[in-house]
């Protein structure tokens, strides 16, 4: 709580940090400082995601293993290794159950990551919704930059520059063996259905 600023009752304080959804200690840390606290995880395909957090560290570390090495502890059986980052992170019904044992699901939203991408007033209009805010942000703030491959954000007043993702968003993804592919989303699907039903929403990640 000495962390965060100072807010009225007339506003709402966001933090953002992603490991969150995935640290153990932070659903009750989050609880002890406030339990009517509303909670926002977006989401997307696990193998896409496993697929950009392994693009994304590659460009920092260009001598890692290959991406097919570290997902699995043996291939040819179908093992996934669940230790590594990249694949545990998208294992969203189990990093869930963490959650549900603090806060109850009217209070935690889930946004679809395609869908930022492809709608972003639409889910923005969703999370305005959640958090009781009249819909400010709409379809007119967004534009779609070619160049990046993502919607940017329109300032309010004419004058200023849009706000685009950074550098580190957009990259081409590494080129994966379609077979590996198929294979984690084998691995993925009874972890995705599990977390459809629990959260009442299919994301279609198939």
Known sequence: RSL???TLDSQITVEKTPSYFVTKEAPRRIFNMSRDTKLIVVV??????AISDYTQTL???????????????NRSLGLVDTSWNAIRIGMYAVHLES???????????FVSGEKLITDPAGEMGKVQDFLGIKRVITDKHFYFNKT??????????????????????????????PEVIDQLRDFYRPYNIKFYET????????
Do not use: A
């Open 59 to 73: 460009s920092k570390k260009p001598d890692i293993p290959t991406f097919e090495g570290l997902s699995f502890r």
């Open 4 to 6: 965060m600023p100072r």
């Open 199 to 206: 959260v009442g929403q299919d994301f279609r990640w198939e």
């Open 44 to 49: 997307r395909n696990p193998v896409t995601r």
């Open 148 to 177: 990046k491959g993502f919607p940017c954000l329109k300032k309010s007043d004419s004058s200023g520059l849009p706000r685009c993702l950074g550098k580190s968003k957009g990259r081409t993804h590494v080129q994966i063996d």
């Open 99 to 109: 959650w549900l044992q603090y806060f109850p699901l009217s209070q935690i939203h």
